[in-house]
């Protein structure tokens, strides 16, 4: 890595000769092979802990992970945030990964803890109070609030966080395996390139490519819009674009994740052609009907159409998948009142090589490939 960054023309101190030497004697494989044999692909968690349970047992699993029929777990990211035990969801996880009968990914969401960003939803891991849903006439911005009672299981122990990061540090932003990839947010063959036999984590892959962007920046990009700008920093690191996916600008401002965001995620499987084989994603916010609305979409524009199947898999090749059933705007439905799943929100998994797709809340499983629409919860 030290090499390939003086052949960047990267600054190679000490200190990244260090970091380097380190990760070589204990790397991190950023692209690793997938499970053989059935798995059970879970979507987006976000400290939903009590759906996941419940998701597991539906499935047949024990409270070690384990499967009478030999099949095993991976889990595609996001396994925190919002949620009311992202402590408690990572430590289940946890122990099925170091158990040998579960495999995850990082989603966007341990990358930015793993950073040290404080974002909307992950104040927890610092041991801070954060209040998610904002009842005020703006219905928007989070707000922080001191003393107020929360929901959330917060880390009080910075040996508690000191391991959590460490258990980060050792998993991969991708799977794979001849007929299946499974990766957070966007399956790119060149981004994916740049990231195989990287030595280090993910977020000192980030650091590297971020630092061959900030290099662009300050020389081609010099006079470049802010929009040119900000989507060659997301669109050029390929860690962002396995964990959160290619942006390009909206027309209008719109907030989403705390946040006013002009750039928009783009449905990159619409030209994807089946090349890499079936393709798992979560992170894009699909949601199965709706009984209430809000009135503002907390998740900005989205990327399915209304009258679309939120069931159906994704492009022109139907081979792509997103699990995500926005179960990290659960937090919405807890701090107004609403019953749970009235916005749409679910926990679900991928079966295979069955190929069908399974619920949380017992509404019947779907066999992908088959329009249709789901079936109402049980």
């Given at each position: 890595q030290a090499i390939f960054a003086q052949e960047q023309g990267l600054s190679c101190g000490p200190l990244w000769v260090l970091v380097s030497i380190a990760h070589m004697s204990n790397p991190c494989t950023l692209v690793a092979d997938l499970f053989d044999g059935p798995v059970d692909v879970v979507g987006d968690v976000h400290g939903e802990l009590g759906s996941l349970q419940t998701l597991l047992f539906r499935l047949g699993y024990d409270g070690n992970g384990t499967h009478p029929e030999g099949r095993r777990l991976v889990f595609v990211g996001d396994l925190v945030d919002r949620g009311p035990d992202s402590v408690g969801v990572v430590r289940l996880v946890r122990s099925f990964?170091?158990?040998?009968?579960?495999?995850?990914?990082?989603?966007?969401h341990e990358l930015n803890i793993m950073k040290g960003q404080h974002k909307h939803g992950n104040h927890w891991f610092w041991g801070e109070v954060e209040h998610l849903c904002n009842k005020s006439a703006d219905a928007r911005f989070p707000v922080l609030a001191p003393g107020r009672p929360c929901f959330q299981t917060l880390?009080?122990?910075?040996?508690?966080?000191?391991?959590?990061?460490?258990?980060?540090?050792?998993?991969?932003?991708?799977?794979?395996?001849?007929?299946?990839?499974?990766?957070?947010?966007?399956?790119?063959?060149?981004?994916?390139?740049?990231?195989?036999?990287?030595?280090?984590?993910?977020?000192?892959?980030?650091?590297?490519?971020?630092?061959?962007?900030?290099?662009?920046?300050?020389?081609?990009?010099?006079?470049?819009s802010k929009d040119e700008r900000d989507m060659a920093v997301q669109n050029e690191n390929p860690v962002n674009v396995l964990s959160s996916g290619m942006e390009a600008p909206v027309r209008e401002a719109f907030f989403a994740g705390g946040k006013w965001r002009k750039l928009d995620r783009q449905p990159w499987w619409e030209g994807y052609k089946g090349e890499a084989g079936l393709v798992i994603v979560g992170h894009y916010w699909r949601r199965l009907p709706t009984s209430v609305a809000l009135g503002f979409s907390p998740t900005g524009p989205s990327l399915f159409p209304e009258a679309s199947d939120p069931t159906a898999l994704l492009g022109a090749s139907s081979s792509v998948m997103c699990v995500d059933y926005s179960i990290g705007m659960r937090f919405e439905e807890r701090g107004r009142g609403l019953q749970e799943g009235s916005l749409g929100t679910a926990l679900a998994a991928v079966r295979l090589p069955e190929k069908t797709l399974h619920f949380a809340d017992g509404r019947p499983s779907v066999q992908l490939g088959l329009e249709q629409k789901p079936a109402e919860r049980t």
């Open positions: 990964v170091e158990r040998g009968v579960a495999q995850m990914i990082l989603g966007n880390l009080q122990d910075d040996e508690d966080r000191a391991s959590m990061l460490e258990f980060f540090r050792k998993q991969p932003l991708a799977l794979e395996r001849p007929d299946v990839k499974v990766v957070h947010a966007m399956w790119d063959d060149g981004s994916v390139a740049r990231l195989r036999g990287f030595a280090g984590d993910a977020v000192d892959a980030y650091n590297h490519f971020d630092a061959l962007v900030q290099q662009k920046l300050d020389t081609e990009l010099a006079e470049a």
